[in-house]
């Protein structure tokens, strides 16, 4: 006697969980089911087109492998896109706009969150570049306050995050709307100790953020040097902690790398799960073009999508950046793209030196990472914090730009070309054993590398 199809697909669903990924199977195959079974026919329900053309190009074998080892009678599938109906889809709190803001999804947020509407799970591409940050925010917004308490995701500049965090806060006011929730950025928190402190209210605000069930806090790694923010959310985040309260962070560096950071914060932070987020690979590029260019109606070659993700390898803001572009030109030129107007569209954007490096960008970055002045580094000092810098620079100038031994000694204020050699061969040697370097190294050559 046959399966039943909903016995059948939660027998498929269950033997796939076990060939994925947490997040890969809870992107790809989430609201899915048998549509319909007839004479060996299995027609799967997809909830979109982007989903429809994912499961087909990845994981239609493995599909149909599994629905034959249940039932030898099935021979072909096929997937249908069947929108989600209401009763399947959390109900999210309705959004008041702000009166300031344009009638654009880009720009449009919840007043009273923070949040915009526009991030959300459903529309995050999964890759292995993010994975694990994916499957843990997932988690997180499942049961808030239960597992993963602080969670503190790093990545480099347009890689995500803000995308990922703000995804979870939306599903929590959908799934939990008796839940206070807040997002905020480093920068904005600071300026409101700043504002309270000058108007004599700090005990009010502290009161304020300490109502929240989830409080979602972006780029920490601007709280560095700031003493009087530090103490401040320090005191808030252990209020919040002890009652169970969800918190979420963002930076682009993890906790140990962040700078003139209080160790007490340093701690707090590591208390909890970290994951992180890296340079997307050439398939996950295209998938995130083809989601993209999804949510805005438009419909782009592939030879176009392959020159745009070839070029543009750090950044998915600038991803996005080129398809807006695409958009426009589109509407006003009313043009057909292909390789050769997209390359002539993006020409601005995207050129042939698209990832050429200097010696002055390196300089800039290492020393911005660790809060270095750049004219220490030409200098004799010994200390400490300007030696290991001053060797990560010798490093990816090697590393990364190929120059020789002595003209990197040269140009870092007449360095021995043995001294050169030295830093460059420890910073080797110390990454096959220090795993919290080869992360700062990751970091940096991700800001390296990016716009």
Known sequence: MAMKKEDLWQAVLAQIQLNLSPANFATWFRNTDIFLSDKGMIVVSVPSNFAKEWLEKKYEKMILKTLRDLDETIKNIEFKVVPLTPEKTPRPRAVQAHPAQLNFEEFSFDKETSLNPRYTFDNFVVGPFNELAQAAAWAVSETPGSVYNPFFIYGGVGLGKTHLLQAIGNK???VFPEKKIKYTTSEKFTGEIINSIKNKSIDK??????????????????????EKTQEEFFHLFNALYQDNKQIIISSDRPPKAIAALEERLKSRFEG???ADISIPDFESRI?????????KSMIVDDGSLEYIASAIQSNIRKLEGALNRLVAAQKINNEDLNPETTKRILKKVIHPNFQRLTFQKVIQIVSEFYSVPQKEIFLESRKKEIVKPRQLIMYFLRKEMNFSFPSIGKKLGGKDHTTVIYSFEKVCKDLEKNEGLAEEINSIREKLYSE
Do not use: P
Not at 205 to 226: A, M, P, R, T
Not at 288 to 295: M, S
């Open 172 to 174: 929590v006011m959908g």
């Open 205 to 226: 605000l502290k009161d304020e953020y300490k109502k929240y069930d989830l409080l979602i806090v972006d780029d920490v790694q601007f709280l560095s040097g700031k």
């Open 272 to 274: 909890g799960m970290i």
């Open 287 to 295: 998938a995130i073009l083809k989601q993209k260019a999804q949510e």
